[in-house]
């Protein structure tokens, strides 16, 4: 069999990488581009592409490789319920408009966008509106565009995180059976969670130095004890970072992790924050094949903007027979099956600059150790 070439703007933590390699497909991974250093050391210790971009603003796309999937994350604060919503006139909005050219150029045989899901209501949907235009309008072949906001709880792990996804399919190959995923049952937390230790204490409190956050954690163990709720017991992933009227507190899933989350949710039972093993898989990632080569902030920065592995891996069991990459006998679904989740076991390598045992720094700490450039 042929490797799928594959290509990625906005790459991140290279979530469509991960995701067919767990899928056991042979993959040629042409280029990644991301502005961000640290995003790209990132992804060059760990997913390294035949060719990295910076800038996707300033590449020529005409030049730039082909490919059979291309994936783009592109910018979701001009979207985002949590930003000013300022759309295409956010200059982050219109890189859009860059993926949209990179599609116009090379044609891939199919492409998954993905963007926050609050892109669907903005502005009555003027923008989400205006980018399946763009891609219905695609002619020579033109595509099957289908969308869906999927929830990455829905899939495999316990972790609310709502996104919009279009896949497109392109005429001259679909198969026509493309469908997004079924939702399956949410597995239980303590899954993706360290065991407990005995040096956990859920009594615990953030630092003095982390304010909000010890507020926060103050005012959920108390409001769930009025409840008739003992959080020393049952796990619930309290928002910590979050203003007093937005933080939350869930039993036995995660709250969205998200850039400004870096530092990880409150884990109830644990009297601590996640770590960032446990961060990882809550993203669907296997800690024990990654290497973290930036700081822990860093790392839970790009942990809060990638994709969700786990979603993705389910989309493509369904894209690439219906793109006919492969056959659909080729693929098992090892989120249904609960083989993946079995498989997400153990640690990342933590190197310079930031080691492991750093992990419980305060969250306004920067790592003490030389970081890769911001």
């Known amino acids: 069999m042929a490797p799928i070439v594959v290509n990625t703007d906005c790459s991140g933590m290279e979530a469509p990488i991960q995701a067919l390699r767990a899928l056991d497909v042979p993959v040629k991974h042409r280029f990644s581009c991301d502005v961000c250093p640290a995003v790209r050391k990132t992804i060059a210790a760990n997913f390294p592409p035949e060719e990295m971009y910076t800038d996707i603003t300033v590449r020529d796309n005409k030049k730039a490789a082909g490919c059979d999937i291309y994936v783009a994350g592109f910018p979701c604060q001009p979207f985002s319920s949590a930003g000013l919503q300022k759309g295409f006139t956010d200059r982050r909005g219109k890189i859009f408009f860059n993926v949209l050219d990179y599609i116009k150029s090379k044609r891939p045989r199919t492409f998954i966008l993905e963007n926050v899901s609050g892109l669907v209501k903005l502005k009555q949907g003027k923008y989400f509106k205006s980018i399946l235009a763009e891609l219905n309008a695609l002619r020579n072949p033109g595509y099957n565009i289908s969308h869906q906001i999927v929830d990455t709880k829905d899939h495999g792990v316990p972790h609310s995180r709502r996104r919009i996804y279009v896949v497109g399919i392109r005429k001259d190959v679909d198969r026509g059976t493309f469908e997004f995923p079924a939702k399956i049952k949410c597995p239980s937390i303590e899954l993706f969670l360290d065991a407990k230790k005995k040096t956990d204490n859920p009594a615990a409190l953030p630092p003095n130095s982390q304010g909000t956050a010890k507020k926060n954690v103050l005012y ?101 027979p219906a793109a006919g990459l492969t056959k659909a006998s080729k693929l098992e679904d090892r989120w249904a099956s609960g083989a993946a989740v079995k498989a997400l076991r153990g640690t990342a390598t933590y190197e310079s600059p930031c080691k492991r045992s750093a992990e419980e720094a305060d969250v306004e700490a920067p790592c003490k150790r030389r970081r890769t450039a911001q």
């Not at 039993?251 to 884990?267: D, E, F, L, N, V």
């Open 220 to 320: 959920w163990n108390r409001k769930l004890i009025r409840q008739g709720v003992n959080p020393a017991k049952d796990t619930y992933i309290i928002d910590v970072d979050s203003s007093a009227g937005r933080s939350k507190a869930v039993k036995g899933i995660s709250p969205c992790m998200t850039c400004s989350r870096s530092a990880g949710h409150w884990i109830s039972t644990r009297g601590r924050r996640l770590n960032k093993d446990e961060m990882l898989r809550m993203q669907g990632m296997k800690p024990s094949e990654f290497k973290c080569v930036v700081s822990l902030n860093q790392l839970g920065r790009q942990l809060g903007n990638a994709m969700s592995v786990n979603v993705l891996e389910r989309i493509f069991c369904n894209l690439l």
